[in-house]
């Protein structure tokens, strides 16, 4: 079996690849809205905060229609690298392109994001249905569509996410891997054509990360998109990422799965001893 989804995925042969021990060799600079441009480039990226720098020279490039993964330890800057790309960190120097363009504001509504945290105060008002429902295009004064038209828009993508049962419970009183499911469904009613996903199995338990990666597998082939997965689970990032970047601070190293979940590259990301990363086949 190939864990790596083939489906519309650059030959790994196309990619920039800098191994962890040499600089970055520099992409070229995509300034064009050709189809061949990256969905995702961002060119020497660099943040600081209160004078420590969190991104140094941060550079990738993510093309169509890939799972790619962004692994590091606590603090290694992922949050603030996904933040950076939607427009919502500025960057002290560098540059963030989508869709071949710096005017990020231009093409916010292609990117959905569903962020690491989310603690909604237990007096939040909305139904799922009625947060949902802020969502669709032709309800923008959704108090007054009839509650089946609302639901009928928006049930399709609850089936896919596996919580149509939820449809009429408070947003609330969800548990954490429900509300990350919502919020995923928040973001496919806009279509996007990027998705950000920060961590999304923080809230779920064990069993279900399997289900939910693989969820989001359907979900990304499916909705033909481009993904970006914050993850500390290796085993699921070897399962279904295409491309994996290994951040702490500057990007240690990129590639595919097998490349970057060898000991040298994960010490180098981590910091830390790692034990080589053995992939086992599972019985379906
Ligand atoms: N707004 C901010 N002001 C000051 N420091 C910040 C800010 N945002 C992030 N930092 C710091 O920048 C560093 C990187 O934070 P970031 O949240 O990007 O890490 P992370 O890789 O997402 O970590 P985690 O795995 O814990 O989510 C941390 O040291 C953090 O404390
Ligand atoms: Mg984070």
Aim: aromatic share 6%; hydrophobic share 40%; glycine share 8%.
């Amino acid at each position: 079996m190939n864990p790596i989804p083939s489906k519309s995925l650059l030959n790994p042969a196309d990619r920039v690849k800098s191994p962890c021990s040499c600089g970055h060799q520099q992409p070229p600079r995509a300034g064009d809205n050709s189809p061949n441009s990256p969905v995702v480039e961002v060119i020497q990226g660099e943040v600081a905060f209160n004078g420590t720098r969190v991104l140094r020279g941060v550079t990738l490039r993510i093309p169509q229609g890939e799972i790619v993964a962004l692994i590091g330890p606590n603090g290694s800057g992922k949050t603030t690298l996904l933040r950076s790309i939607l427009g919502l960190q500025r960057l002290d120097a560098g540059e963030v392109r989508l869709f071949g363009t710096s005017d990020l504001s231009s093409v916010m509504s292609r990117v959905g994001y569903v962020p690491q945290k989310l603690s909604l105060d237990r007096s939040f008002p909305l139904s799922v249905r009625e947060f949902l429902a802020l969502r669709l295009k032709q309800t923008h004064s959704w108090l007054w569509q009839s509650r089946r038209a609302v639901a009928d828009a928006i049930r399709p993508t609850l089936v896919e996410m596996g919580v149509e049962p939820l449809l009429e419970r408070p947003m609330a009183g969800l548990s954490g891997g429900q509300l990350q499911r919502v919020l995923i469904a928040f973001s496919l009613l806009q279509e996007p054509d990027l998705l950000l996903l920060d961590e999304p199995t923080a809230g779920v338990d064990t069993p279900g990360e399997q289900s939910f990666y693989e969820m989001i597998g359907r979900v990304h082939q499916r909705h033909k998109l481009t993904v970006i997965l914050v993850s500390h689970d290796l085993s699921m990032v070897y399962r279904h990422a295409s491309w994996v970047y290994a951040l702490n601070g500057v990007i240690c190293c990129e590639g595919t799965p097998e490349q970057v979940m060898n000991a040298d590259s994960l010490k180098q990301a981590y910091g830390i001893h790692v034990a080589p990363y053995h992939h086992h086949h599972h019985a379906q």
